[in-house]
Structure formats: structure tokens, C-alpha cells
């Protein structure tokens, strides 16, 4: 069942990412419904890791995820102690946006809504991953 969630849930993740990430591209700023400031988030200075653009990491991430849930579903894994590479994986992705939500918070003191989707698709993971592997 876990892996069933983690697929549904990496799916609407992998979209969200690429809503920020096209929005992001386009010249016209981006609106935010809840009257605060997406593009000040997205054009900060915290919106990259190692050079690559944190909706491009959220992405890469949710594929991951996708992939692992992928294999599992359909029987193409068979690793021993898979559920923990799972929640490692989970746990990191999750700890990254309890750090970017505390970026937006503390540091840029605006808000992405579409970011803090992201956030909670991740919280909704981890939350799951918790209950079905621990």
C-alpha cells in the first residue's frame, strides 16, 4: 500500500515541480493566490543547491521516488531492506523542505504556495513511509 501512496504522491510532486519550473522560465512574474511574493522565493539566492535550481532537485527527487514505487509495484526490485533506502530517501527530502520552508520563513520572509505544495507532498510521504515502515 505504502508504495501505491508514494506513487501517487510523486506524481503530483513531479507536477508541481514542473509548474514552478516553467513558471519560473517565463518572463511575466509569477502569481501567488495567498498575496505574497512567489518570485522573490524563486529568484533568491537559497533557489539553488550546488548550482541546479531547487525545483529541478524537487523534480529529480519525485522521479526518484516515482521510480523506487515503480519498481517495487511492478515486482522489478527484490533488494533487502529496500523499505529503509525508501525512507532514508524520504526522510532526506523531507528534511530539505522543513530547511527551505524555514529559508522562506527566517530568511526571505515570503511565501511560495507552490513551493509549500512541495512541502507537503514531502510531509505526506514521510508521514506515510513512518507508518507502513517503522
Known amino acids: 500500500m505504502l508504495y501505491i501512496i508514494l506513487f501517487v504522491l510523486s506524481i503530483a510532486g513531479m507536477i508541481d515541480s514542473l509548474y514552478i519550473y516553467h513558471k519560473n522560465k517565463?518572463?511575466?512574474?509569477?502569481?501567488?493566490?495567498?498575496?505574497?511574493?512567489?518570485?522573490?522565493?524563486?529568484?533568491s539566492k537559497w533557489n539553488k543547491f550546488l548550482g541546479v535550481k531547487n525545483e529541478v532537485w524537487g523534480f529529480l527527487y519525485f522521479l526518484f521516488i516515482f521510480c523506487l514505487s515503480t519498481f517495487y509495484i511492478f515486482g522489478l526490485f527484490d533488494l533487502l531492506?529496500?523499505?529503509?533506502?525508501?525512507?532514508f530517501t524520504v526522510a532526506f527530502g523531507f528534511l530539505y523542505s522543513l530547511f527551505l520552508i524555514y529559508v522562506q520563513i527566517f530568511?526571505?520572509?515570503?511565501?511560495?504556495?507552490?513551493?509549500?505544495?512541495?512541502?507537503?507532498?514531502?510531509?505526506?510521504?514521510?508521514?506515510?513511509?513512518?507508518?507502513?515502515?517503522l
Do not use: R, W
Not at 531492506?81 to 525512507?87: A, H, P, Q, S
Open 81 to 87: 531492506n529496500f523499505d529503509l533506502i525508501v525512507f
Open 26 to 43: 517565463q518572463v511575466a512574474p509569477m502569481t501567488c493566490p495567498i498575496n505574497s511574493d512567489c518570485n522573490a522565493v524563486l529568484k
Open 107 to 133: 530568511k526571505i520572509k515570503e511565501y511560495c504556495l507552490y513551493c509549500l505544495y512541495s512541502a507537503g507532498i514531502n510531509l505526506l510521504m514521510f508521514l506515510f513511509t513512518i507508518y507502513f515502515v
